[in-house]
């Protein structure tokens, strides 16, 4: 991991975190969207243009690849690199709710 990555994106936005947490499998913008509603109850809401411009920067930085289009939707997946920058948001997370007394 470059030190320009990690600088952008650690410590990262809840909505990059939710975006590449959800591709962890195949998804499409419109699904990782009804993915995070779910997941959050109803309190991050994911707009298009917030969902298609970060998708598109993280594709550019090798976080995430295209992987095929389904019925004109674009399906991605990431990468190793973006798993790694995951990894240490998940960490960085971890170590924040230590610090407040949970387990």
Same mark, same amino acid.
């Given at each position: =991991?470059? &030190?320009?990555? !990690? #600088?952008?994106?650690?410590?990262?936005?809840?909505?990059?975190?939710?975006?590449?947490?959800?591709? #962890?499998?195949? =998804?499409?913008?419109?699904?990782?969207?009804?993915?995070?509603?779910? =997941?959050? &109850?109803?309190?991050?809401?994911?707009?298009?243009?917030?969902?298609?411009?970060?998708?598109?920067? =993280?594709?550019?930085?090798?976080?995430? !690849?295209?992987? #095929?289009?389904?019925?004109? !939707?674009?399906?991605?997946?990431?990468?190793?690199?973006?798993?790694?920058?995951?990894?240490?948001?998940?960490?960085?997370?971890?170590?924040?709710? !230590?610090?407040?007394?949970?387990?």
């Amino acid at each position: =991991m470059t &030190d320009k990555i !990690r #600088r952008v994106y650690v410590p990262m936005t809840e909505t990059g975190f939710y975006i590449l947490f959800c591709l #962890r499998e195949e =998804m499409h913008g419109y699904s990782i969207g009804q993915r995070v509603r779910e =997941m959050t &109850d109803g309190a991050v809401i994911i707009s298009a243009g917030t969902m298609y411009g970060t998708l598109s920067k =993280m594709e550019k930085d090798g976080l995430i !690849r295209f992987v #095929r289009e389904e019925e004109k !939707r674009k399906l991605y997946c990431i990468t190793e690199l973006g798993t790694e920058v995951l990894d240490l948001e998940i960490e960085r997370i971890k170590r924040l709710y !230590r610090n407040i007394g949970g387990n």
